[in-house]
């Protein structure tokens, strides 16, 4: 099994911290924030990890090379020219995970979550994408049947069916390389594509299997100063 961790993010609403630093070199908990998305990514003995690179790619390729403890990985590094949004950074490696499931981790997020688990739950479902969604009662970007069937993403809605519960992407999925021979073989490499609009949504017009598997454990997005600060917490009173 390989992973995407998605690292070519601009970081604007950490700026400046993110003129000098890019979003998945900061620090918190003692650790740069890839390396604990690598910690966890060891749950699930995955030693095969692309990385896209844009805003300040040259800092990242160098604190690899010059970071210990990372021998049990091998990196395929995935360099945008241009930003190719989310949608667009999994096509352009689609030849490197073509071979079985993989799973896609945002870079800019620090979680708790069982992965063995998430990987029992989407194998259970058959499922040919699993999202991860925070439930949540106030806000939501996803809405879900009895069944964790994804009914509505980015709020459109492509099923009938009574909505159970809600909740907040986290920017964690496992994908089915089968979509992309079945479903997304019109796209191209080196293309912008937005993940909802683009990618998401048309899937589920074409009633592609999607689950979404609900996440307990602490789950954080640091990309603004404010949440940045409450995870500096979180590690500091843990």
């Known amino acids: ?138 806000c939501f970007d996803m809405k879900i049947d009895s069944k964790f069937q994804v009914i509505e993403f980015s709020g459109k809605n492509f099923s009938p069916a009574p909505v159970a519960q809600g909740g907040i992407f986290t920017g964690i999925s496992i994908w089915n390389p089968a979509i992309f021979e079945k479903h997304l073989s019109s796209c191209s490499s080196g293309t912008y594509y937005e993940l909802s609009n683009d990618i998401i949504l048309p899937l589920l017009r074409q009633c592609v299997n999607i689950h979404a598997y609900p996440h307990y454990e602490f789950w954080l997005d640091f990309g603004t100063p404010e949440r940045l600060k409450r995870l500096q917490y979180h590690f500091k009173t843990r």
């Not at 998605?6 to 911290?17: K, Q």
């Not at 040919?128 to 969604?133: A, K």
């Open 1 to 138: 099994m390989k992973a995407l961790i998605l690292s070519a993010g601009l970081g604007t609403r950490l700026r400046p911290l993110t003129n000098s630093i890019p979003k998945s070199l900061i620090r918190f908990g003692n650790k740069e924030s890839i390396i604990h998305i690598l910690n966890k990514l060891r749950e699930l003995e995955i030693s095969n990890a692309a990385i896209n690179l844009h805003h300040l790619w040259k800092e990242i390729i160098r604190f690899f090379a010059t970071t210990s403890g990372l021998e049990d990985f091998s990196f395929y590094f995935s360099y945008e020219e241009k930003l190719l949004g989310t949608g667009g950074a999994i096509i352009n490696c689609k030849e490197y995970l073509s071979e079985d499931n993989f799973i896609v981790i945002n870079s800019d997020i620090f979680t708790e979550i069982n992965l063995k688990k998430l990987m029992a739950f989407h194998n259970e479902m058959k499922s040919d994408l699993t999202l991860v969604f925070k439930p949540s009662r106030k």
